[in-house]
């Protein structure tokens, strides 16, 4: 240990004697300082202009816009200058001759001169160590735990490009070869990842080598400890390559069997590596404060009640859009999608079934003069370079499972050992994956009764299958919208109720837009199923008040006659921006978070509401209008006509209610019924429009709206914790001081001390 030591302390000697080494230290360091300095800037700059912060730490060191990943981009450019004369500089000066006729050991030369890398390391990121205690000090419960396992990678990484560069300094006497092979080794490293994807013998080989992104969790706040020994056991193998080398230089050893050892050597490392990668031999810590990287309770929850076998089977249509997901060549990426899931449920197995078959896709203009769906396949196939037996005819397919219904598209059908089964879908969105939020939802059927929604049909209320600007098919049953009742976790069906009774199992009933009154027959089945407690959401509309008013009479309800006008410049007086009200952000959780940041719900031609307590009920308002808002009784032509408020014919201005929340309790169980005075507000139209100068959130109306009904079971909520890093504690006024601090000072100190070795040394 001692000799090591002392190899160590004379590296580290020769190195901070180097201007090589000090100038990577200062280019590090400016590089350090202006990324941090700007990007702190900008927070400091949002905040001046009064834009409210959120997640401070996470968005100045991670993400697009974060430093960290920045830093990856670069670091390989340092250490190959560094370590390219560690054991070439021995060779072409002849000491290696002195160190070999010397008491020390091969392995003591290599870890010496490796310790020394170490500590040099430690130097190099010490700019990092500056910032972690300048953001505990001027930043708000800075999430340190994510900064520091940030740190924590990158000094793994550039510790395992160190042994890289010492290895490739010890088979060769010039440096610039022994840089320049660094690097080559990097670029392999760097790419191998992508190598032989299609073939599942080399997969996982490839995949386990490639040192890309094997720093990303840790800047992401998480260490595994798969990537914490594929470091160590980058570094071992080749710190053991370059004694081996050390040695054969001392000794005659036969080619054969040199490269035998070398071959032992790297089969043992890949064989640990394989191990490393299986899912239960992995281990976890997420140090972010709010545990970001990891499922939330919720889930969490989910998946501990998921005992026995959990498969997931994806069906990938060739001629879908979406084939490129789950090609072979894809799968280590998928797998890591669903990473989080495994890391709860080791044995989670993933299947994937390759078939052809219509589909609506944008891939037509590719396959033009291709007349036959087989051609368009073998086309298809022919541009991919994939084999067309790999996937399954139309014929063949539709023998397993029948996709029609989903359009072909590309799904995953989640299957449980006792022959459960759920349907996790793509969305039309940016995200376009399932989230924890959809994927927990999918798992969580497999333990708890979904909740049965029926939307009730005639007297020409909203329909649930057509796809018109005032029909409810994007909130109810699209299956490529994320937020709809079907892909977050409810049984949605219609009923009519001259036809049929209520079902026993309903537990949550919608009645929206009635134009005609219900029979007798309608109102006693109507009736029954509010007497026995069930839950209700029912939406009214404007001119709708004569039908309305008879259905909520019951529960105290009044539509307001006439509709509601607020004065816009730009808009239509008739649509109303709703205000989330603070006791709905208090009582719905889905609210409090839109109620914070101001957003609104856009409601067209809608009513206000009235609330009568002598029903039994209690009453919350939910949405409202402004103080300026007023039902207008005249005016009914809001396109050309201009609304004006006058309280002799009953007009009534101020801050009226248009979605309440009712309960009371009924034996154990509390009825919850919730009365929109619109409904337009969540119709396929509303919810597809942006109206400009608004920042809507009407899908709120639903999330809210069905949690609720459903007593908290649906949509889930995985929400996570609000970070508490959402102020910094530098002023505008300071914020160039701070910015160009951290451009100059590191810098400047550290070239002074270098400057300061350097002539102090050449004096000598």
């Known amino acids: 240990m001692k000799t090591t030591y002392r190899v160590a302390i004379a590296e580290l000697r020769s190195l901070f004697c180097s201007p090589v080494a000090w100038l990577i230290l200062v280019i590090f360091a400016v590089q350090v300082g202006v990324a941090f300095g700007n990007a702190f800037d900008r927070q400091v700059l949002g905040q001046a202009l009064g834009s409210g912060l959120w997640d401070v730490t996470a968005n100045l060191f991670t993400g697009w816009l974060g430093i960290f990943p920045g830093f990856l981009r670069n670091l390989y450019l340092y250490i190959p200058l560094l370590t390219m004369g560690l054991m070439s500089r021995e060779y072409s000066s002849g000491s290696i001759k002195l160190l070999f006729s010397s008491p020390v050991t091969d392995s003591q030369i290599i870890f010496g001169k490796y310790v020394s890398v170490l500590i040099y390391n430690l130097v190099l990121i010490l700019p990092l160590f500056l910032i972690a205690l300048f953001c505990s000090i001027f930043i708000k419960e800075a999430d340190l735990g994510l900064l520091f396992t940030g740190i924590l990678g990158i000094y793994l990484l550039i510790c395992a490009y160190g042994a890289i560069g010492l290895f490739m300094s010890s088979i060769t006497s010039y440096q610039v070869v022994a840089a320049m ?244 879908r793509l969305f039309d969105d940016n995200e376009k994956h399932p989230s924890e939020t959809e994927i927990s939802a999918a798992f969580k059927r497999f333990v708890v009764k979904s909740p049965k929604v029926v939307f009730l049909e ?59 009154p219900f029979d007798e027959v309608e109102q006693e089945r109507l009736r029954k ?89 209690s009453a919350i308002p939910v949405i409202v209008t402004d103080s300026l808002s007023w039902n207008e009784l005249q005016t009914t032509d809001f396109l050309d006509g201009t609304p ?21 309790k009924l034996g154990d169980k509390e009825q919850r019924i919730v009365v929109s005075g619109d409904a337009d507000c969540i119709s396929d139209g509303e919810m597809s429009k942006s109206r400009n100068g608004y920042s809507s959130t009407n899908f709120t109306i639903v999330t809210g709206t069905f949690r609720w009904l459903s007593y908290d079971e649906y949509p889930l909520d995985t929400e996570r914790p609000r970070p508490l890093d959402d102020e910094v ?36």
């Open 181 to 424: 092979g660094t690097l080559a080794v990097l670029a392999a490293l760097n790419y191998i990842g992508d190598v032989g994807q299609n073939y599942a013998f080399v997969r996982d080989i490839t995949y386990w080598l490639s040192i890309s992104g094997r720093a990303d969790q840790f800047i992401n706040g998480m260490i595994c400890s798969e990537d914490l020994l594929y470091f160590f056991l980058i570094i071992a193998l080749f710190l053991t390559l370059s004694i081996l080398k050390l040695r054969a230089g001392r000794s005659k050893v036969s080619p054969a069997k040199t490269w035998g050892t070398y071959s032992a050597v790297v089969v043992v490392a890949l064989l640990i590596g394989y191990v490393s990668t299986l899912p239960s031999m992995k281990l976890y810590y997420d140090a972010t404060a709010t545990e970001r990287n990891t499922l939330t309770q919720v889930s969490r929850d989910i998946m501990k009640q998921m005992d026995g076998k959990l498969k997931i089977t994806s069906y990938v249509n060739l001629l879908d859009d979406n084939y490129a997901i789950g090609l072979p060549s894809q799968l280590k990426y998928d797998r890591e999608r669903f990473e989080r899931y495994i890391r709860f449920k080791p044995d989670l197995e993933m299947d994937y079934v390759y078939y052809y078959d219509e589909a609506n896709s944008q891939l037509d203009f590719r396959l033009e003069g291709c007349n036959t769906i087989e051609e368009r396949a073998e086309k298809m196939s022919n541009i991919l370079d994939l084999d067309l037996k790999m996937f399954l005819t139309p014929d063949e397919i539709k023998e397993r499972i029948d996709l029609s219904a989903e359009g072909n598209r590309f799904i995953r059908v989640v299957e449980r050992g006792n022959g459960q089964k759920s349907i996790l």
């Open 458 to 516: 005639g007297h020409d209320m909203r329909d649930i299958y057509k796809v018109g600007d005032r029909d409810y098919n994007r909130v109810a049953k699209r299956q490529t919208f994320r937020h709809s009742l079907l892909t977050q976790g409810f049984d949605v069906e219609t009923l009519n109720l001259a036809e049929k009774e209520m079902p026993e199992d309903v537990d949550i009933v919608v009645i929206s837009d009635v134009k005609t």
């Open 529 to 617: 199923y509010v007497d026995r407690g069930g839950n209700l959401f029912i939406l009214g509309d404007a001119r709708r008040q004569e039908v309305m008013n008879p259905l909520l009479e019951q529960f105290g309800v009044t539509c307001m006659p006439g509709t509601l006008v607020e004065i816009k410049e730009n808009d239509s007086p008739s649509l109303i921006i709703g205000q989330i009200t603070k006791d709905a952000a208090e009582h719905f959780k889905p609210y409090a978070r839109p109620y914070e940041f101001g957003y609104t719900v856009t409601m067209p031609d809608a009513v206000g509401l009235s609330f009568d307590p002598s029903k039994g009920f």
């Open 644 to 664: 004006e408020y006058n309280p002799e014919t009953g007009e009534k201005q101020g801050v009226i209610p248009t979605v309440l929340a009712l309960s009371r």
């Open 729 to 764: 504690y530098v002023g505008r006024d300071a914020r160039k001081l701070v910015r160009y601090g951290w451009y100059g000072v590191m810098p400047i100190i550290l070239a002074a001390i270098g400057i300061t070795i350097l002539v102090r040394r050449k004096r000598r």
